[in-house]
């Protein structure tokens, strides 16, 4: 994958771990209120439904269940996370968002090679910040939105 | 040159390709034996103007050759010297078609392929070499350069005016460039101006109107003032004139306008009130204004909603206020949408030419004809429908209509007869194509679709059966005619037509014809809706669709087989679908007795759909859940509610489908 050098990444939790997802994706963050998320019938599990984000109507997806994470919980701290993935919007609820950090490239070694194979392809790198572990994630990978352009025929 | 003429190519080729439409609707409407004068001018009309237009930018000498070429034989064939017929609008026809490949070409910046041209510059050359004596070696020989115009629109040729043309406050690069255009529509000369401005006097038999629009394309319509000196003897050099309309004919400095232009002159002012009233808006600046009245629309609700709380007599002015607010956000709506609508003539327009032009392909002889031109459909949804619609009527076509002789041989009218039309029904717009063909073959469909392993049965009704032509991969070529087709996919046709939220049926009767008839919404933009509620989940349901709501009494109900339930309404036994159960939504109403059923109609069928609760009416904005997201089975988008959630809109058809696909 492309690794600029100094790239932002917007760091959060989900469960004990921190991801990051690099912040040109990120279009904004929203407050998580689970009564304004309209269910859609035989979604995927991780498809928790659709939200109006001022008169465009986007998927939210929960980033928790496609990371695995058991004991979903929502908190004060969850938020919504809005992605931008070539004009296609998407929101992610994570548990809490902590920083915004510049991680030098030399801090970033490639994903380690595992029999996870779904686990590598989403994976863009392992960030160290501080004595931090930070999984950096290629969200696109993660939620389904490899191939866009196809997929937008 | 100093200025930057691209932004006004976009003007040129869109008012081109709506003047080669014009071209083509009056070639194809031109009676042969009696040809009409008013559609003869028009037609040369639209060629002069698309040269005049091209001339200004000095890059299109191709087109403004062929267009040239084209505009001279097309004045001979407008003064009646030159006989129209159908070989000549044959060779017209296929003129349009270069002009729009020239269009095309220029547009995407590149350089049309001069051989078709050429191939028909000498088919032109070909008709005016047959005119015989009538015409002059002059005629026949057209000039090569794009210089001048070969008459006035008025037709009154050889009739030189001598115009005052004065610029003001131009730079000298547009005035270069301004001359330049002007030398080629006659003789300039430069009579001395006031400062800062430039005169001119022009010796033309160009109008001024049409030398004004030219400059348009440099300079705004206030910089350039054109005032008629004098028109003097037509000039003996004019063609083909000479001899009828003798050099000495006098035509005093001060002579009263002749009555011919008088009628002129009152033509040239209706034209322009008409151009006038007509601007030319981008197509996204509309959608935007859509977008933005919906959001507005939304606003209104959620105040709306928020002030149902308030004391009607402390707030009375602000409860007023948002009454009237309503009233003239819908007006406003309704106007706004109303930009989007187009008559369906616009779709109608282009098909005479594909029936003409397949027909004379399979040997068949056929008639044409369109109803309903004038209704009013939203753009978009016209312009996903003229190609499903070309298909069908390519079909009715090829598969449809018999040869001449076998019509003959059945008793029919040897030239077949295609209709197509549109009309308002029940808030929709359905589009009819019919013909008066062999007619589909009921039981040839169904063995091929046994054949085929589709679950099928005989006691599948008509339409169902007719129907299984849109199936993937379906030829209608060895089921219907035996005549091999080009076995292009019905499916396609039927897909688009849902797409847009269509939908199709078919009747047929053997040698009688077969019909399709497509029923559309009127717009994908806005509709009317019901709201209803199932557990704690809120859908909009097209109000079209719904034909009554009722609570079931228990000897309504019954149950068939192990969950199958039937509501027996007035010697009607309708299924009942669960919302609950389609979308699997909790703590929904247990037992029906407690639902409201609402009665929907697709198309021919009906059934009942079981809720907790009816919500209210609205107008609601309908937003596509693809964009973001993909498709979801039974629903056709979403809007947002008063309260700022989301609501699914229900697809009734699909849900159906849903349904009996066994939810």
């Known amino acids: 994958m492309e690794q600029q050098t100094n790239q932002e990444w917007l760091i959060f939790k989900c469960g004990q771990q921190e991801y990051g997802i690099e912040i040109l994706h990120v279009q904004e963050l929203r407050g998580y209120e689970p009564e304004l998320v309209t269910k859609v019938a035989k979604a995927a599990p991780h498809v928790q439904g659709l939200i109006n984000l001022r008169g465009q109507i986007i998927p939210v997806i929960d980033l928790r269940i496609l990371l695995s994470i058991e004991n979903i919980e929502v908190s004060e701290t969850t938020v919504i996370v809005i992605l931008n993935l070539n004009e296609r919007m998407v929101g992610l609820v994570v548990d809490s968002v902590s920083d915004v950090l510049v991680i030098e490239a030399e801090n970033i070694q490639a994903a380690p090679k595992t029999h996870d194979m779904a686990q590598a392809r989403s994976l863009l790198g392992l960030a160290t910040f501080e004595s931090r572990l930070i999984q950096l994630l290629d969200i696109a990978n993660v939620i389904g939105e490899e191939t866009p352009e196809v997929e937008a025929e | ?663």
């Open chain 2, 1 to 663: 040159m100093s200025i930057d003429l691209s932004e006004f190519q976009g003007a040129f080729f869109d008012e081109a390709d709506e003047l080669l439409h014009d071209m083509e609707q009056h070639l194809l409407g031109l009676d042969i034996d009696n040809p009409d004068p008013e559609a003869l001018n028009a037609i040369f009309r639209a060629a002069h103007s698309i040269k005049g237009g091209a001339a200004t930018f000095g890059t299109f000498q191709l087109l403004v050759q062929t267009t040239h070429r084209l505009e001279n034989v097309l004045d001979e064939v407008r003064n009646n010297r030159l006989q129209v017929t159908q070989q000549a609008v044959d060779v017209f026809l296929r003129g349009k078609d270069i002009l729009a490949d020239q269009l095309t070409a220029y547009r995407a910046g590149s350089s049309p392929d001069a051989e078709p041209a050429t191939e028909f510059l000498s088919h032109l050359d070909d008709m005016l070499g047959e005119t015989g004596p009538q015409s002059s070696p002059a005629a026949a020989q057209p000039a090569q350069e794009p210089a001048p115009a070969a008459g006035s629109e008025s037709g009154e040729k050889g009739a030189k005016r001598r115009l005052a043309v004065t610029f003001v406050g131009i730079s000298d690069a547009d005035h270069k460039v301004l001359l330049d255009e002007l030398s080629m529509m006659g003789e300039i000369t430069d009579v001395p101006g006031e400062s800062g401005t430039f005169a001119h006097e022009l010796l033309t038999d160009v109008d001024a109107e049409t030398i004004k629009s030219i400059c348009g394309f440099v300079i705004n319509d206030d910089q350039v003032v054109i005032a008629e000196l004098a028109q003097i003897a037509p000039a003996a050099t004019s063609i083909a004139e000479v001899n009828a309309q003798p050099a000495s004919q006098p035509t005093p400095a001060a002579a009263a306008p002749k009555p011919t232009e008088a009628a002129k002159a009152g033509k040239g002012k209706a034209s322009a009130a008409k151009d006038n009233s007509t601007i030319r808006v981008a197509t996204q600046r509309v959608d935007q204004l859509v977008n933005l009245v919906g959001e507005v629309v939304i606003d209104q609700a959620i105040l709306i909603q928020a002030c149902q709380e308030l004391d009607p007599i402390k707030h009375a002015t602000l409860l007023q206020g948002i009454e009237h607010m309503s009233s003239a956000l819908r007006t406003l709506q309704e106007n706004i949408m109303g930009l989007r609508m187009v008559p369906m003539e616009y779709a109608f327009g282009r098909y005479p030419r594909v029936v003409r032009e397949t027909a004379a392909k399979l040997n068949k002889k056929i008639e044409l004809h369109t109803s309903g031109g004038e209704t009013e459909l939203d753009k978009g949804l016209i312009e996903k429908l003229i190609d499903p619609l070309t298909h069908l009527i390519r079909n009715s076509l090829d598969h449809g209509i018999e040869l001449p002789e076998v019509r003959q041989a059945k008793g029919k009218n040897p030239v077949g007869r295609i209709e197509i039309g549109a009309y308002h029904e029940g808030g929709r717009i359905v589009v009819k194509v019919s013909d008066d063909g062999a007619g589909m073959n009921r039981e040839k469909i169904l063995a091929k679709a046994i054949e085929r392993g589709m679950p099928v049965s005989s006691s599948m009704s008509d339409n169902e059966v007719f129907l299984l032509v849109f199936a993937p991969g379906f030829s209608t070529a060895d089921v219907v005619t035996d005549v091999s087709g080009r076995g292009v996919g019905m499916d396609v046709v039927r897909r688009n037509i849902q797409e847009i939220g269509g939908q199709i049926q078919i009747s047929s009767t053997k040698d009688e014809g077969t019909t399709f008839r497509i029923s559309l919404p009127l717009t994908l933009a806005i509709m009317d809706g019901m709201s209803i509620q199932a557990g704690k989940e809120r859908f909009v349901m097209p109000l079209n669709h719904i034909v009554e709501c009722l609570q079931p009494a228990t000897e309504q109900l019954h149950s068939l087989g192990q969950s199958a339930m039937v509501l027996h309404l007035r010697g009607e036994h309708l299924p009942i679908l669960k919302l609950a159960t389609l979308f699997d939504i909790e703590n929904a109403a247990q037992t029906l007795e407690q639902s409201i059923l609402i009665v929907v109609q697709v198309g021919q069928e009906r059934y009942a759909l079981a809720v907790d609760q009816l919500l209210g009416q609205h107008q609601v904005v309908v937003k596509s859940l693809e964009t973001h997201y993909e498709r979801v089975a039974g629903v056709s988008g979403a809007t947002i509610l008063g309260d700022g959630s989301v609501a699914l809109i229900l697809d009734p058809a699909t849900l159906f489908d849903t349904y009996q696909a066994g939810c």
